[in-house]
């Protein structure tokens, strides 16, 4: 019998875009579904991707869903990945690394940013930007945490093994 998937406030996703006749608008709102369960009570929800820069904004009405991919923790090559977490009180933390600049966004709840040698604590309107440093998200509260990422293809630092493209920082092979 599989864990049963916790019950959190669905994401609302708007995307905007052109039509053929290059007016703008919306076109896609509704809910994020991307979702993804890396542990017992957390979940991560895709919500949109690129895979090269500058990105294609082409337009027109017919687009490929980019919230819509299978990815790992780390974008495509030259590319990004925004996914928000939801991360449950006593979460179970995986130290791990990207080649990323990451931009952190604290929405609800407070989280708690662990590295090698120093632990950052954030509350909801807090923001981060990490630089591919090692580190694990774990929420030590006493509610769940909400919390948006915006992670940037970098060049990589020769420090240490960064997670592969393509494997989640929740995968047991992950590296540490």
Known sequence: MSPEKPHY???RRVVTGHTKDKVAKAILDGPATNEKY?????VSTLIWSTDEMPADISVGDQFE??????LGSPP???????????????NSAVM?????????????GEIEMDMDD??????????????????AWVNRGSERAR??????????????????????????????
């Open 9 to 11: 406030p669905p994401i």
């Open 118 to 135: 120093s632990t950052v604590k954030l509350k909801a309107g807090d923001v981060m930007v990490q630089r591919g440093t090692n580190h």
């Open 147 to 176: 919390v948006a990422f915006v992670l940037v293809d970098a060049k990589p630092l020769g420090i240490g093994h960064a997670i592969s493209r393509g494997v989640s920082a929740s995968e047991p092979a992950a590296p540490r």
């Open 38 to 42: 890396p542990g017992p009570g957390t």
């Open 65 to 70: 869903d980019m919230g819509a991919r299978i």
């Open 96 to 108: 791990h690394r990207t080649e990323t600049v990451d931009y952190v966004i604290v929405l609800s």
């Open 76 to 90: 495509p090559p030259n590319g990004t990945r925004f996914a928000v977490i939801d991360f449950p009180p006593g």
